[in-house]
């Protein structure tokens, strides 16, 4: 079991940017795929971004131009960098450990606690 925590939520303004890490306890290059969910008041948790252990990624059409999934090996750290924030980003984001086969998310196992972002219009 991988222990993982996220960072660098807050309160940004319409266009910004914000950075959230995911700390986790184990290597996440020992992980099959690493990825960022984001849950918005009253909607079910979606899928953001994914990383897999050979440098694949996939983000979903909200985010698409905007966002950028990456890791930091020597620091043990995954990110999602977040550019031209728009009110409908506001969520709770979510660093999870999980499984890619054939181009899709098929599988979760840890999570974090999540960080909350704000974006104000």
């Known amino acids: 079991q991988v222990r993982l925590v996220e960072s660098g939520g807050g309160l940004v303004q319409t266009g910004g940017s914000l950075r959230l890490s995911c700390a986790a306890s184990?290597?996440?290059?020992?992980?099959?795929?690493m990825g960022w969910f984001r849950e918005a008041p009253g909607l079910q948790r979606e899928l953001v971004a994914w990383l897999t252990k050979d440098g694949l990624t996939f983000y979903g059409d909200a985010v698409k131009g905007r966002f950028a999934i990456s890791r930091d090996n020597a620091k043990n750290l995954l990110y999602l960098q977040m550019n031209s924030l728009k009110p409908e980003d506001t969520a709770i984001y979510y660093c999870?450990?999980?499984?890619?086969?054939?181009?899709?998310?098929?599988?979760?196992?840890?999570w974090g606690q999540g960080t909350p972002v704000t974006v104000s219009s």
């Open positions: 999870n450990r999980g499984q890619v086969s054939d181009g899709f998310y098929t599988a979760s196992f840890d």
């Open positions: 184990g290597n996440i290059l020992r992980a099959d795929a």
